[in-house]
């Protein structure tokens, strides 16, 4: 059984003549009976009842009609969609992220991504550790990823920016005032609100301050970075978090770095060269980028 003699059948079914439904098909008479007879030794029945003047459906061809119309629908739908995932419109992207990127930088780009293509769905696929992502995207796990960009990666990489990291402390704190940026070595002596081991930026986290001379002292840790801030905005400790992650109204003080703290960011996928599927979602993240809180230098 094939899609053609499908379409042969509703031809025939709708015009209720072999004669016209052959002119519509722009095929023979004789090829057209041909396919249907093949078709009907297929299914073990005839589906047509010949009338002097044109057929009608057996009472079988009325119970096959339904089901042969909803197999040419979808196939007409499989194609449509076939059409528009080659134009970079519609299909499903599976995006991978790290949970800070989901909160901080991707809600504008994926947000802009749907106004403009709503046949296009995404689904996000979210890891703790950068290296769960890039072993993502190489089991094929997701399509294309956002997170801190991979080294010696052997697809696609573009690089989106650097998020600058920024350290959150109550609004009563002693150096909440502090006029500029500060000394990240005035925390050492604190106790922090620290990440969880498994979380990706627990080794960022302690590297920073690593390189400032001390080791953060943690007695609370979450995995979470939208906590981190919000209990460092209670006063639980300070934290290290990315800048893009607080959102207008936060009720914690933002501190700066006099020695910058930052990540850089960068979009990859398998691929050397992406798709159209792909280069939609990329175009939509450079377009984005003012939105993302991101610096172009470090």
Known sequence: MTLRQLEFLLAIAHRGSFTRAAL?????????????????????????????????????????????????????????????????????????????????VLPVPLANLRRQHPDLSVELVEYEHRDSLEQGVSDGHCDVAVGPRPADWYGHVETLGWEEFVVVVAPDDPLAKSEGPVDLRLFADRNWVLFSQRQGLSPFVHAACARAGFAPRGRLRTSQVSAAA?????????????????????????????????????????????????????????????????????
Do not use: W, Y
Not at 61 to 80: D, H, K, N, T, Y
């Open 24 to 104: 519509d098909l722009h095929i023979s008479q004789p090829a057209l009976s041909t396919q249907l007879r093949l078709l009907e030794e297929e299914l073990g029945c005839r589906l047509f009842e010949r009338l002097p003047r044109g057929v009608q459906l057996t009472a079988e061809g009325r119970s096959f009609l339904p089901e042969a119309e909803a197999v040419i629908a979808a196939a007409e739908r499989a194609q449509r969609l076939l059409s528009s995932v080659s134009e970079g419109d519609g299909g499903l992207l599976r995006v991978g992220t790290v949970l800070s990127l989901s909160i901080g």
């Open 230 to 298: 919000r209990l460092a905005a209670s006063g639980a400790g300070p934290a290290m978090v990315p800048s893009n992650v607080l959102e207008p109204g936060f009720a914690g003080v933002a501190l700066r770095l006099q020695e910058p703290v930052r990540r850089e960011l960068a979009v990859f996928s398998r691929d050397a060269a992406p798709g159209p599927l792909l280069l939609t979602f990329i175009e939509a993240l450079r377009s984005a980028k003012n939105h993302m809180l991101l610096v172009v230098a470090p």
